[in-house]
């Protein structure tokens, strides 16, 4: 898991970057949540789907957005921190040049700012959004969805309540030519303590059950 300093458009931004053995194998980047708010790439989410993405044979970026930990740069109220993650996309393509598939994954604040760049990025095959605040940021950009993936959320959140995800859930679920898997967590709070077994697992059956009937994914598990 070596440490990485790569260009942002706001000045460096740092990471953490596994290169997969496998070879042509997908890509995927990772999202922290708030900045304000303690968000960083080693949130206990993010280090976690981090290595989802990791077991199962990607090349794999989690990053600090702008003015987090040594990444340059000031908070941008999500503006800037698109940007951010834009430009990381664009590194790891540039290290994964023929990487067959690209997904994106983000918890709450990196939840929405991972879902704007699937509008950005056509490249962007599929999406896992842990905890999207719907109740705090619009989501009407999604119109319309252009990838399939999963929304995960726990029942128990009281800092984005279940309601509004599965508001936005239901109504991404009514547009054509996309799958949208809404799965809840049974008493888990926002940070899924406690459940972060739960999380896990569900986020790995459904990346599993993607790769095999994606016929572009061509990374097997690692052992």
């Excluded at 280090?47 to 199962?56: E, H, M």
């Excluded at 990053?63 to 430009?87: C, K, M, P, W, Y």
């Excluded at 619009?138 to 009281?158: K, R, V, W, Y």
């Amino acid at each position: 898991m070596p440490k990485v300093i790569f260009p942002g458009p706001d000045g460096r931004l740092e990471g953490r970057y596994h290169h997969s053995e496998t070879p042509r194998a997908p890509i995927a980047v990772i999202l922290h949540p708030h900045p304000q708010h303690g968000g960083t790439m080693n949130n206990t989410v993010v280090y976690n789907l981090y290595y989802i993405f990791v077991k199962r044979g990607f090349s794999v970026l989690r990053f600090n957005f702008r003015g987090v930990g040594r990444s340059q740069g000031e908070f941008d109220n999500g503006l800037g921190e698109l940007s951010d993650a834009a430009s990381a996309l664009d590194w790891l393509q540039s290290i994964n040049p023929n990487a067959p598939a690209c997904w994106v994954a983000g918890f709450s604040f990196g939840a929405w700012i991972g879902m704007q760049l699937l509008m950005r990025r056509p490249e962007v095959e599929g999406f896992i959004s842990i905890a999207p605040p719907a109740n705090m940021y619009d989501f009407a950009f999604l119109a319309p969805c252009p990838s399939s993936g999963l929304i995960l959320q726990g029942t128990d959140d009281d800092v984005v309540p279940e309601p509004s995800v599965e508001k936005l859930a239901n109504k991404l679920k009514m547009q054509k030519n996309i799958t949208i898997d809404y799965q809840l967590i049974k008493g888990a709070n926002h940070f899924y303590k406690n459940h972060m077994e739960k999380m896990v697992d569900s986020v790995g059956s459904y990346l599993d059950m993607r790769m095999k009937t994606s016929s572009s994914i061509l990374a097997r598990p690692s052992q």
